[in-house]
C-alpha cells in the first residue's frame, strides 16, 4: 500500500502536465478572493451605515416634534440605539452633535467629527445645544464599528482608532417646529 502510494507520488511530481495554468491559479485566485471580502466589507459597512441613518431620521422627525421638551445627549443617543438595532456596541461607540446654524451668514461646521476612542478616556459630548423653535439645526452622529475584515480590502483602507475600530458619520439638517 505505502509502496503504491510512494509510486503514484513520484508519478506526479514528475508529470508537467497543467504547469502553464498553475501560474495563473496563484495570480488570479487572491485577487479574486480578495475582491470577494472586499465586496463582503462594503456590504456590511452600506447596511450599518443605512441602519445608523434610519435611527438618526427617526431620532430627528423626535425632537422636530418635542421642541420644548427636555432633550439631552444621552436621550438621543439612545433613540438612535433603538431605532438603528444593527449597531453594535451602539451605546458605548455613538457620540452625537448637535448645533444651530445661521441660514442667512452660513458657515461649514469647524471641527471635525468627534467619535469615541475606547481605548482613551472618555471626553465629554462636544456641541450638544437642543435649540429653540424655527431655529436650523445640524446632528451629526459618529459611530465607531470593528471591520470584519481589517486586514485586507476596505477593512485595512479604513482609518482605525487606537482600539482597531473605523468610525462612520451621519448628518442631519432641520428646523424646530413650533409648539
Known amino acids: 500500500m505505502i509502496r503504491s502510494l510512494k509510486k503514484a507520488l513520484r508519478r506526479f511530481r514528475r ?4 504547469a502553464a495554468i498553475l501560474l495563473e491559479f496563484v495570480i488570479f485566485v487572491p485577487l479574486i478572493f480578495s475582491t470577494f471580502l472586499m465586496a463582503v466589507e462594503m456590504g456590511l459597512y452600506s447596511m450599518r451605515h443605512m441602519f445608523l441613518d434610519r435611527g438618526l431620521d427617526m431620532t430627528v422627525r423626535y425632537v422636530r416634534l418635542n421642541t420644548n421638551t427636555d432633550i439631552t445627549h444621552d ?3 439612545e433613540k438612535i440605539c433603538t431605532y438603528s438595532g ?3 456596541d451602539c451605546d458605548s461607540t455613538l457620540r452625537l452633535e448637535m448645533v444651530p446654524l445661521n441660514p ?3 458657515a461649514a461646521l469647524q471641527q471635525p467629527v468627534d467619535g469615541v476612542d475606547i481605548s482613551e478616556p472618555v471626553k465629554d459630548p462636544r456641541g450638544f445645544d437642543p435649540g429653540l423653535e424655527h431655529q436650523l439645526m445640524i446632528l451629526r452622529a459618529c459611530v465607531k464599528f470593528k471591520p470584519i475584515f481589517p486586514s485586507t480590502g476596505l477593512g485595512y483602507a479604513l482609518t482605525k482608532d487606537g482600539s482597531g475600530r473605523a468610525r462612520m458619520i451621519s448628518t442631519a439638517a432641520f428646523v424646530q417646529e413650533p409648539n
Request: charged residues 40%; aromatic residues 16%; glycine residues 8%.
Open 15 to 18: 508529470d508537467e502536465n497543467g
Open 75 to 77: 436621550l438621543l443617543k
Open 86 to 88: 444593527f449597531l453594535d
Open 104 to 106: 442667512r451668514q452660513f
